[in-house]
């Protein structure tokens, strides 16, 4: 559903309404749903999703997938005392890969080799560069980040969401 807007706030809202619909797309998709997520719309955008497993390698920790408009989708288990979530995998190719492809990589979470080392969130977004991340054969290639707020509305605008069920409502 590619739309015409004009102003930075136009821009601003079409890509809070489009990431809204694809969250909530990956969320449904996943099995959880829109309770399970949160959304940041500062800068960089990113998005939130609580998985109701756990990871072998990390039995007594939650397991989330975190989306930024920098990186993509990452893997990542909770901490204690409110520390910083601790990044246990990335998923590599796309920015805004289709919602089916998000839900491979949830799947194959703890049962293939880790593609990025584990670091903290906070890090991995005060880094100007992407962490070196093995491509697994098959896989697309990295996808450069987008550079400007109508770059990221394009990738969004790739999946049709406009069936999705989602939530708007604040």
Not at 12 to 30: M, N, P
Not at 84 to 106: S, Y
């Amino acid at each position: 559903m590619t739309t015409a807007v004009d102003t930075p706030f136009e821009i601003d809202l079409a890509i809070e309404q489009r990431l809204r619909a694809y969250v909530s797309a990956v969320s449904g998709a996943l099995g959880v749903g829109w309770a399970s997520c949160a959304l940041d719309l500062g800068s960089p955008r990113s998005a939130y999703v609580a998985l109701d497993r756990r990871l072998p390698s990390h039995p007594d920790r939650d397991l989330a997938l975190l989306w930024d408009e920098r990186q993509g989708w990452t893997a990542a288990v909770e901490t204690h005392s409110g520390e910083d979530l601790i990044q246990v995998d990335r998923m590599g190719g796309r920015i805004v890969p289709p919602p089916a492809e998000v839900v491979r990589f949830a799947a194959g979470l703890g049962r293939r080799p880790r593609r990025a080392r584990a670091r903290s969130r906070s890090e991995a977004l005060r880094s100007p560069e992407l962490p070196n991340v093995r491509e697994l054969p098959g896989e697309p290639a990295a996808e450069e980040p987008p550079r400007t707020p109508e770059e990221l509305l394009a990738l969004l605008d790739r999946h049709d969401l406009s069936a999705a069920d989602h939530f708007w409502a604040a």
